[in-house]
């Protein structure tokens, strides 16, 4: 079966492109033109992937996110966006995006990114088999995609439970930005690596008791970042 990719873009040329390319390369494409149409269409053409534009009528990209992921829906989102600034960007995947991408891009780009995301959520079952894992006061549930610190649940997006979930995989090891683009994002090309700053930004406001001087997830210089060694505390187990 074809996987299905809703494409949500009010300039009728860059969804014509984007349908074309998708269409080329495999997938079950549908187009709407505003933020409010979503919402109309998902009862019968159910998404395995949704490219968002930001900026959209009715209802903007941001408040899609939003919305969707306040009802509990998890598809894997790619954010389009014509606007430069960085703090766009944050804002999209702050409310629940996966990935963004700036306007003019590589449609071919856009395809393999959507092809990144689907290897990626066909991977999830293997990693629900993971027992939970410990590291100081946190507690991560792979089964249940739960986390939490100090026995306290932490409300995090799809993307910060992948990366912590990885990063606790991997303790004490220095990991470049690039390897978590591939281990977390499944990037296979030369991705941007803000992303991941970004996501290691939010990841830590949620799980550290002063983001600004994280105990957990430490900053290597001109590198990347690492899950510094800490000692496994038996009461995290009992949250």
Not at 56 to 76: A, F, T, W, Y
Not at 94 to 118: C, H, W
Request: charged fraction near 25%; glycine fraction near 6%; hydrophobic fraction near 40%.
């Amino acid at each position: 079966m074809k996987k299905r990719v809703l494409v949500v873009d009010d300039e009728p040329s860059i969804s014509m492109l984007i349908d074309f390319n998708l269409k080329l390369a495999g997938y079950d494409v549908h187009c709407v033109y505003d933020g409010e149409a979503v919402f109309q269409v998902l009862p019968t053409f159910r998404p395995d992937v949704i490219v968002l534009d930001l900026m959209l009528p009715k209802m903007d990209g941001i408040q899609v996110c939003r919305r969707l992921r306040s009802e509990g829906n998890l598809v894997p989102i790619v954010m389009l966006t014509a606007l430069q600034d960085l703090s766009d960007k944050i804002a999209g995947l702050d409310n629940g995006a996966d990935d963004y991408m700036t306007k003019p891009f590589s449609p071919q780009e856009l395809v393999s990114r959507i092809q990144a995301i689907l290897r990626r959520t066909a991977a999830l079952p293997a990693l629900q088999t993971d027992e939970p894992m410990v590291h100081g006061s946190i507690l991560v549930k792979p089964e249940q995609r739960e986390a939490m610190v100090d026995g306290e649940r932490v409300d995090l997006t799809p993307k910060e439970f992948d990366l912590l979930l990885y990063m606790m995989k991997h303790p004490g090891k220095v990991l470049s930005r690039q390897q978590l683009l591939h281990g977390v994002w499944d990037y296979h090309f030369l991705g941007d690596t803000r992303i991941v700053d970004v996501h290691i930004s939010h990841l830590r406001d949620k799980i550290e008791r002063n983001p600004r001087s994280p105990e957990y997830i430490v900053t290597i210089r001109n590198v990347g970042y690492k899950l510094s060694e800490a000692p496994a505390k038996d009461t995290a187990l009992n949250g």
